[in-house]
Structures are given as C-alpha cells and as structure tokens.
C-alpha cells in the first residue's frame, strides 16, 4: 500500500469517526477547522515562507467549495 493509499484510509476512518461521534454535519465544523489550524501550524514548523503557500491552499479549498455548492459534485 502506497503512502497516498494510507493516508486515503486514515482520513476515510477520520470521516467515519466524526460521524460516529456526532451525525449532525454542523457539528463537524469545529474539526474541520482544527484540522485547517493543525495543518496551518505544521507548514509554519517547515518553512515560516510557507504562510503564503498555505493561503493559497486556502484559497484553493475555497473555490473547490464554491464549486461543490455550484454543482452538486466534487
């Protein structure tokens, strides 16, 4: 198994334990948003130059989202 293929499955079981936790969508935010300020925190440890880089991956994030809500799909 591949490393993309693991990190696949762990978040797939991440995905099922937050709804194992709390069915309600709405509530997920809140990890959602700490799982954002984790990542944020590891790309400052890597390099502080990649504050910019991760603007940008928010930036991304967000057009994907303007996308589904347009669409219906990923």
Same mark, same amino acid.
Do not use: C
């Given at each position: &198994?591949? !490393?993309?293929?693991? /990190? !696949?499955? $762990? =978040? @797939? =079981?991440? *995905? @099922?334990?937050?709804? *194992?936790?709390?069915? $309600?969508? #709405?509530?997920?935010?809140?990890? #959602?948003?700490?799982?954002? @300020?984790? =990542?944020? $925190? =590891?790309? &400052?440890?890597? $390099?502080?130059?990649?504050?910019? #880089?991760?603007?940008?991956?928010?930036? &991304?994030?967000?057009? /994907? #989202? %303007?996308? !589904? %809500? !347009?669409?219906?799909?990923?």
């Amino acid at each position: &198994m591949s !490393r993309e293929d693991e /990190l !696949r499955d $762990n =978040l @797939k =079981l991440t *995905a @099922k334990e937050l709804y *194992a936790y709390d069915r $309600n969508p #709405i509530s997920w935010s809140s990890w #959602i948003t700490f799982l954002l @300020k984790e =990542l944020e $925190n =590891l790309s &400052m440890d890597v $390099n502080p130059m990649h504050q910019d #880089i991760y603007e940008d991956l928010l930036s &991304m994030v967000e057009d /994907l #989202i %303007r996308e !589904r %809500r !347009r669409t219906g799909g990923w």
